[in-house]
């Protein structure tokens, strides 16, 4: 697969970049792409959610009511679930939800997230550059010129440039990471992903 090289400008180059068919152009396995976005979204959650049972209630333990002849159901405790106030039945605890996957299931996802944007012309090759100091309105002005501005897009760079990436934190459905960082869900939450010129030989060995 072949893509025209642009310019910072917007303007092709003329030269042509070469994706190879086997990151962009496999059969799509979508159960691998739902485990690794599922393993990412679970290794975002913090997992510090706690409520307090029965046993944790500040509270009398001295007896309601007497058991029997009141007409109503029998209580011992008002720290009981179903009083007003009182623990809550199997609450959250902390827990860490992260799981494992293999290494080979995850770069089957990622080559299936590349090859469904291309398949959707959901690809932008851009020539390298480099910005001198952090300017947003710069890094605008380059999507603006890929006409771009009003997308989600992801730039994947082959080396880190801080820079660019302080130039991009700012702008809303804007993100900058390399290419050792690439991740299925943030290839799929993409409307465009803009690929560096000098990421192909990285890219290539997905």
């Not at 068919?21 to 691998?32: A, L, Y």
């Not at 209580?75 to 996957?101: E, H, N, W």
């Not at 080979?104 to 944007?117: E, G, M, N, Q």
Request: aromatic letters at 6%; hydrophobic letters at 35%.
């Amino acid at each position: 697969m072949q893509l025209d090289i642009f310019d910072k400008g917007g303007s092709a180059t003329g030269r042509k970049a070469d994706l190879p068919d086997h990151v962009f152009g496999i059969e799509p396995h979508d159960h691998s792409i739902y485990l690794d976005v599922k393993q990412y979204l679970a290794n975002q959650r913090q997992g510090t959610h706690k409520s307090k049972e029965r046993a944790e209630i500040t509270g009398s333990t001295k007896k309601l009511k007497k058991q029997k002849g009141t007409g109503t159901a029998r209580a011992g405790s008002i720290k009981s679930p179903i009083f007003r106030g009182g623990g809550r039945v199997f609450g959250p605890k902390p827990r860490d939800y992260s799981f494992k996957l293999n290494k080979k299931l995850k770069k089957l996802a990622r080559r299936s997230a590349l090859s469904y944007k291309a398949r959707e012309e959901g690809i932008s090759v851009l020539e390298a550059f480099a910005m001198e100091a952090p300017k947003t309105k710069e890094y605008l002005s380059v999507l603006k010129n890929l006409k771009l501005d009003g997308k989600k897009t992801l730039l994947v760079t082959g080396e880190a440039d801080i820079n660019l990436f302080l130039s991009s934190r700012n702008l809303p459905n804007t993100r900058v990471v390399t290419v050792d960082s690439l991740n299925t869900y943030d290839i799929l939450h993409a409307d465009q992903l803009i690929v560096m010129e000098n990421s192909l030989e990285h890219l290539a060995k997905f």
